[in-house]
């Protein structure tokens, strides 16, 4: 399985950004889509997540109206677009591909098998 997630940048507080998270190796609309992120020095956390069944979708409490998490099935591709950042959104964002429920990806009770490398997301004026 290859994860490649681009799209990452800086930009200023309020901005937005479209993240791309490119897949292969896997039948890709068989699994969830989820964005991660890890701040310098704190954990990795979930931020949202795209099921493959009906595109329903999960998202961390702090972004919960500022991003939208989506998929193209017939690009093998997730996006997330974040809107409003914010100084606390910078981090490097990762994705990841598993079959898994959502609620239990974005928590990590379930830890993907595999990460991409990243792309960083700086928000700073």
């Known amino acids: 399985v290859q994860l490649q997630a681009s799209g990452g940048g800086l930009v200023q507080p309020g901005g937005s950004l479209r993240l791309s998270c490119e897949v292969s190796?896997?039948?890709?609309?068989?699994?969830?889509i989820t964005w991660f992120r890890q701040a310098p020095g704190k954990e990795r956390e979930g931020v949202a997540c795209?099921?493959?069944?009906?595109?329903?979708?999960a998202y961390a409490d702090s972004v919960k109206g500022r991003f939208t998490v989506s998929r193209d099935n017939a690009k093998n591709t997730g996006y997330l677009q974040m809107n409003s950042l914010q100084p606390e959104d910078t981090a490097v964002y990762y994705c990841?591909?598993?079959?898994?429920?959502?609620?239990?990806?974005?928590?990590?009770?379930?830890?993907?098998?595999?990460w991409g490398q990243g792309t960083l997301v700086t928000v700073s004026s």
């Open positions: 990841a591909a598993e079959s898994a429920p959502c609620d239990q990806l974005l928590s990590l009770w379930v830890r993907p098998s595999s």
């Open positions: 190796g896997l039948s890709f609309h068989y699994y969830a």
């Open positions: 795209v099921s493959p069944s009906n595109g329903g979708t």
